[in-house]
C-alpha cells in the first residue's frame, strides 16, 4: 500500500496562488494514475486533475487553464500549480494514487481562498 502526504495549503486572496505537494511512500513505478480531488463541506469529493504515468492529463471544467499537474517520478512527488484562485476552489485537497487493484488517500489539506 502507498501512503501519501499532501503539503502546501492555505489562506490565500482571490486572484492568488498556491502549489501543493503530495509525497508518495513508495516507488511512484507502481502507480499508474495519480490525481487530486477536492471536497467543500455538505458535498461530494469531485476530481480536480489526473495524470497518467506517461504524463497525461485530465482537469475539471472549472480549473482549466487555471491549474496545472504534474509528477516527478524521480522524487515521488505529485505537484498541483493553482493560480487565479476563487472562493469556489476553497475546499479540502486530497491526493490519490491508483494501482493495480487498490487505490490510496492522502490525509488532505485544506485551501481557503478569501479577502
Known amino acids: 500500500q502507498v501512503q501519501l502526504v499532501e503539503s502546501g495549503g492555505g489562506l490565500v486572496q482571490p486572484g492568488g496562488s498556491l502549489r501543493l505537494s503530495c509525497v508518495a511512500s513508495g516507488s511512484m513505478f507502481s502507480i499508474s494514475v495519480m490525481g487530486w480531488y477536492r471536497q467543500a463541506p455538505g458535498t461530494q469529493r469531485t476530481l480536480v486533475a489526473l495524470i497518467t504515468r506517461s504524463g497525461i492529463t485530465n482537469y475539471a471544467e472549472s480549473v482549466k487553464g487555471r491549474f496545472t499537474i504534474s509528477r516527478d517520478n524521480a522524487k515521488n512527488t505529485l505537484l498541483l500549480q493553482m493560480n487565479r484562485l476563487k472562493p469556489e476552489d476553497t475546499a479540502v485537497y486530497y491526493c490519490?494514487?491508483?494501482?493495480?487493484?487498490?487505490?490510496?488517500w492522502g490525509q488532505g489539506t485544506q485551501v481557503t481562498v478569501s479577502s
Open positions: 490519490n494514487a491508483q494501482m493495480s487493484g487498490s487505490v490510496s
